[in-house]
């Protein structure tokens, strides 16, 4: 397991991915660590403290998180047809506070909370997939998820969650094709949404942000690209370890 952090900005660009063995995880209702990491809920407030080095280059990241908002989202919601792969947004509007000491950054803003789980692989089942969250002025949010599963099916949500939480699926809008990555990642998006900015770019993954047409305004919207096909290549699997070291060792 990993605790993922991307911090983009200048002076204060990280990454960091180091995944750590069973003997360095503790979880329980309201605690998940990993090494020297840490998750808690309190009842209200997810609190993430942070205790990370970046890769490749070694840099720290150490800090506390507070994540408000959490009330329940959806349900989870079944990605591919077999039902083994299940994603729920948990939050789609959260207020995210960030107090970083290494290095020294403070932000408060928009965030949001989803869940993934699998009982395979990712890349036993999807070829690729595609994902936006489009935060609205009103308080609501888009959301949408297109997979291509491994025998060439394909599965796209469209929700539009508004502010009391309710939501709506709607499958009838349309998407368009964006510029590909400096890698060949394709992306897609709302029919209208324009590229803004690469955040990541790896060979198997894109991050990116969009501008979306929503109502005569353009909107944040924050965009990935995953291509499981390419992550399967040997090659990929090689450079791994680079940006996603292992750390062996005991959780304290």
């Known amino acids: 397991m990993a605790l993922n952090v991307a911090l983009y900005g200048d002076g204060a660009r990280r990454w960091t991915m180091t995944e ?5 995880l503790t979880a329980s209702a309201d ?15 997810l609190v993430v403290t942070l205790q990370e080095v970046a890769a490749p280059w070694p ?4 800090g506390c998180i507070r994540i408000d ?12 047809a077999a039902g083994l792969h299940r994603w729920q947004p948990i939050a789609p509007r959260a207020r995210v506070s960030v107090d970083l000491d290494v290095p020294a950054l403070r932000w408060t803003g928009d965030g949001y909370v989803d869940s993934n789980q699998g009982d395979v692989p ?8 595609q994902w936006c969250r489009t935060p609205r002025p009103d308080g609501g949010a888009f959301i949408r998820y297109d997979v291509r599963e491994r ?11 508004a502010a009391d939480g309710s939501v709506q699926f709607d499958g009838a809008r349309p998407s368009s094709p964006l510029e590909p990555s400096r890698w060949g990642i394709a992306r897609a998006a709302h029919d209208g949404a324009a590229l803004c900015r ?51 060792g005991s959780a304290r």
């Open 20 to 24: 750590r063995g069973r003997d360095q």
């Open 31 to 45: 605690t998940l660590r990993i090494g020297p990491s840490a998750l808690e809920w309190d009842g209200h407030t």
């Open 59 to 62: 840099r720290r990241v150490r």
């Open 69 to 80: 908002g959490l009330l329940p989202g959806l349900r989870p919601i079944d990605l591919d």
């Open 122 to 129: 990712l890349e036993r089942s999807f070829a690729s997939w």
């Open 151 to 161: 025998e060439g099916s394909t599965r796209a949500l469209r929700l539009d969650i």
């Open 198 to 248: 690469t955040l990541e770019d790896g060979p198997f993954y894109a991050r990116s942000l969009l501008a979306t047409p929503w109502q005569g305004q353009s909107l944040p919207t924050f965009h990935e690209s995953l291509s499981l096909d390419r992550f399967r290549q040997r090659w990929v699997q090689a450079m791994l370890p680079f940006r996603m070291p292992r750390r062996a």
